[in-house]
């Protein structure tokens, strides 16, 4: 049988994961994912498989919209509830078809990122409007090593579009660029909160893009950081239709578990008040 080649999208929560890239000790995204894809047989291996992904986040870093590709002789229809059933820390959710030369990192035109800032360390006096002001100092072409570890990259990188508003109660920071630095987004969202508490003045954002020098943004914590989508054009993706009886029913356990564990937190908090 032919082997086809498919990207697939798929999340994840950070926390249950040593980080996003293969690791010789296991336990990280990556291997999860491979792990899966090897015990359904869709695979013999990575290399096999010429399997690639389209971004690695930072250890903690959550995804909703990631994405990775594979050669594979499985039909479309059964990719999916395949991995779904094989893989108890990655959810898969949409699927497409491309060619045999399809890069998953180099034909994705943009990846959405959004931070979302721990609310019982947002003051009250946090001035949003001036941190809407400051973030549109990040659109366009700009020299990022003052808020990205470079490791010898080249720092230079485009930002489409950012936004600062609050969502379901929570204020986010959303990101859109074609391509991120390592860090890049939680040291843009620490500068941004120094601006909102009158730490800086926004110049200090100015100055750092354009000297390209700079080190005083230290990077927020990973955790509140979330791959929203890695975005193609022209590509139509199939969504999941069913997922394993196994599948929904862990999902469903999860789900209520991390509530109960809320519920619990915020009972503790309104009798001790952390």
């Known amino acids: 049988m032919e082997h086809r080649r498919y990207v697939i999208k798929f999340?994840?929560?950070?926390?249950?994961?040593r980080g996003y890239a293969r690791q010789p000790e296991g336990g990280t995204v990556e291997d999860d994912l491979i792990d899966a894809l090897r015990t359904s047989k869709m695979i013999d291996d990575a290399k096999e498989g010429n399997f690639a992904s389209a971004s690695r986040v930072d250890r903690g870093v959550s995804a909703i919209g990631a994405a990775a590709a594979f050669d594979t002789q499985v039909?479309?229809?059964?990719?999916?509830?395949?991995?779904?059933?094989?893989?108890?820390?990655?959810?898969?959710?949409?699927i497409a078809s491309v060619d045999g030369s399809f890069d998953p990192r180099r034909?994705?035109?943009?990846?959405?990122?959004?931070?979302?800032?721990?609310?019982?360390?947002?003051?009250?006096?946090?001035?949003?409007?001036?941190m809407r002001e400051a973030a549109q100092?990040?659109?366009?072409?700009?020299?990022?090593s003052a808020f990205a570890k470079v490791d010898g990259r080249d720092p230079i990188r485009t930002v489409q579009r950012i936004v600062v508003e609050r969502r379901s109660g929570s204020?986010?920071?959303d990101v859109w660029g074609a391509s991120f630095l390592w860090n890049q987004v939680r040291r843009m969202a620490s500068s941004l909160f120094m601006v909102g508490t009158h730490e800086i003045p926004p110049e200090e954002i100015s100055k750092a893009l354009g000297s390209g020098a700079g080190g005083t943004f230290p990077p927020v914590p990973p955790e509140g950081l979330f791959l929203m989508d890695v975005i193609y054009n022209d590509l139509e993706?199939?969504?999941?239709?069913?997922?394993?009886?196994?599948?929904?029913?862990?999902?469903?356990?999860?789900?209520?578990?991390?509530?109960?564990?809320?519920?619990?937190?915020?009972?503790?908090?309104?009798?001790v008040r952390f």
């Not at 999340?11 to 994961?17: E, K, L, Q, R």
């Not at 039909?75 to 949409?94: G, Q």
Request: glycine share 6%; proline share 4%; charged share 30%.
């Open 171 to 173: 204020l986010v920071l």
């Open 107 to 130: 034909r994705a035109v943009g990846r959405w990122y959004r931070y979302h800032f721990r609310e019982e360390e947002i003051p009250s006096g946090l001035d949003v409007p001036r």
């Open 75 to 94: 039909d479309p229809d059964r990719v999916l509830r395949s991995l779904n059933a094989h893989s108890r820390s990655v959810m898969a959710h949409s």
């Open 137 to 144: 100092l990040f659109l366009g072409e700009h020299d990022l």
């Open 11 to 17: 999340s994840f929560d950070g926390n249950a994961f």
């Open 237 to 271: 993706f199939e969504r999941v239709s069913d997922l394993p009886s196994g599948t929904t029913e862990r999902l469903r356990d999860e789900y209520h578990q991390k509530r109960c564990s809320l519920t619990y937190l915020e009972y503790l908090r309104e009798r």
